[in-house]
């Protein structure tokens, strides 16, 4: 067996790898948008709301975060279509499982968040004359963003990651375009060790702009 | 003949089984400084939450400006708690500033006085700015800010809460406590703010256990214990000359500290 390392094809695929790349970005950044809404509502619910819908947002918690990943995917892709009767696009489809699956853990990131704010600072709000949406939009949910910032933050990198799943449906991510490129060169080790390090580096770089995101937007924090 | 600007008639409130608040009167008229004492657990702070309407009273009635707080209705008659809305709209006449300074903590000292102005009041933000200035200023803190509260000591932090209270042009002032939760270097600055505000009129039910301090700016002294008023007076009167056990035994265990 005489195996030669060589790199020089992903030169030659390399816009396959630089796309995929952008595509698993956009599709990270697009759920963790969507997840935030979901996990900031379902929070609010579960913190304000009425007992029984307090078990709603519970119930959604446990089973999404029980279930693999990748059976959500499936799940998603072939079990929506065959009940609602409409196909869906892959990547509108993983962008739904991604989004479901980001608010399930964004739920508690939020309503740890929400619980943060000091009652004090709650009743200062009241004091000014703030009404209860008021006491909302401008002193419980900026003070809770500064708490849990650092947790979106991992959240978004963790999502980054995932979107590797997005491959076993055919959507043109970064795993995808190297498995297209392995397919076509037959260079399967050249081919995931470049794109462990790009997950790695990009990871990284994402990671350092988004702490550096968290400085700008919680001057004089103290930790 | 005025009526007082606060008027507390036989308010109870329990928490649960505790009867917390037992029967109170209290009257504040305009321009005058109540100070309340009392040992820990007589009620003074949920006294003061009830005239802002931060906790409810299960009976009896509060006035600020002939105005019921808790309920529409008078009482006997039928009686219903108020909205979210007619609350924000009274308690924004009523200032209150807290023990433990309660900043806005996402906010820098100029924006804490502004959010008030600005979303209650409905200023324009550089008239909100113009005016949230001239109050730091007042209290000494024209240099910090675009501070936030993070970055500021105590007893700056406390001050601004006071800037924020007063900024909003109360009917009357309600301090809890103000200096506890501070260093003793630090209680001065802040208890020559209030002296300030009393000399030029505001109207303040003020609790603390700064006793030189209530002796200076206090027109009335009120000593509570279990939730109910026990002694009333002139604070001079209250402090030098008590007959009550209780509030005996309460004074001779509060030390009178002069940077007060
Ligand atoms: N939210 C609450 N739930 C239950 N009990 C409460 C609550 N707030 C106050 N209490 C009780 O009510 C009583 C009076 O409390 P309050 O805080 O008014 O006393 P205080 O005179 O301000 O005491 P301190 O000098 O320690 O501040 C205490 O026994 C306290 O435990
Ligand atoms: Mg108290």
């Not at chain 2, 803190?141 to 501070?147: E, V, W, Y």
């Not at chain 2, 301090?175 to 802040?190: M, Y």
Request: with cysteine.
């Amino acid at each position: 067996m005489n195996y030669h390392i060589n790199f020089n094809f992903v030169w030659k695929y390399a816009d396959k790898l630089y796309w995929g790349l952008v595509l698993s970005i956009e599709l990270a950044f697009i759920s963790i948008l969507i997840g935030c809404v979901i996990g900031l509502a379902l929070a609010v619910v579960y913190n304000d709301g009425h007992p029984w819908l307090k078990r709603v947002v519970s119930a959604y918690v446990e089973v999404v975060r029980n279930l693999p990943l990748l059976l959500l995917i499936y799940l998603i892709f072939y079990g929506i279509p065959s009940i609602g009767g409409f196909a869906f696009d892959a990547t509108e489809s993983f962008v739904l499982t991604l989004s479901l699956y980001a608010g399930a853990y964004l739920v508690e990131v939020f309503r740890a968040g929400l619980a943060a704010v000091s009652p004090g600072v709650i009743d200062a709000g009241k004091a000014i004359g703030l009404t209860a949406w008021q006491r909302f939009a401008y002193v419980r949910f900026p003070t809770m963003l500064r708490i849990v910032l650092p947790s979106l933050s991992n959240a978004f990198i963790s999502l980054f990651k995932d979107t590797s799943l997005a491959s076993v449906i055919a959507v043109p991510e970064l795993t995808f375009g190297a498995n297209w490129i392995k397919t076509n060169t037959f260079r399967a080790v050249e081919v995931w060790i470049v794109v462990a390090g790009v997950y790695l580096v990009v990871g990284w770089i994402l990671l350092a702009a988004l702490r550096l995101l968290e400085r700008v937007l919680m001057p004089g924090r103290r930790t | 003949m005025t009526d007082p600007l606060v008027r507390i008639t036989q308010v109870k409130k329990s928490f649960g089984s505790t009867l917390v608040l037992d029967g109170v009167d209290l009257d504040v008229p305009k321009g005058e400084v109540v100070v309340v004492i009392g040992p820990s657990g007589s009620g003074k702070t949920t006294l003061l939450r009830c005239i802002n309407a931060l906790e409810t009273y299960d009976d009896g009635s509060i006035k600020v400006d002939g105005v019921e707080i808790g309920f529409r209705g008078e009482p006997g008659g039928p009686r219903k708690r108020r909205s979210d809305g007619e609350l924000a709209r009274i308690r924004a006449d009523i200032g209150m500033v807290f023990q433990q300074f309660n900043l806005f903590p996402h906010l820098t000292a100029v924006e804490n006085v502004m959010l008030g102005l600005t979303k209650v009041r409905g200023m324009p933000p550089a008239q909100a700015r113009e005016k949230a200035l001239h109050w730091l200023d007042r209290v000494g803190l024209s240099q910090k800010t675009a501070n936030l509260p993070s970055q500021l000591s105590g007893g700056q932090q406390q001050r601004v809460g006071i800037a924020r209270a007063v900024a909003m042009d109360p009917k009357v002032l309600l301090l809890d406590e103000i200096t506890s939760a501070l260093d003793p270097e630090l209680v001065g600055e802040v208890l020559s703010v209030v002296r300030g505000l009393a000399a030029e009129g505001m109207t303040m039910v003020v609790v603390t256990h700064e006793m030189t301090f209530a002796r200076d700016v206090g027109t009335q002294l009120v000593f509570m214990d279990h939730g109910h008023k026990i002694a009333e007076g002139p604070p001079n009167e209250i402090l030098r000359r008590s007959d009550n056990e209780r509030l005996r035994s309460f004074l001779s265990r509060i030390e009178f500290r002069q940077d007060g």
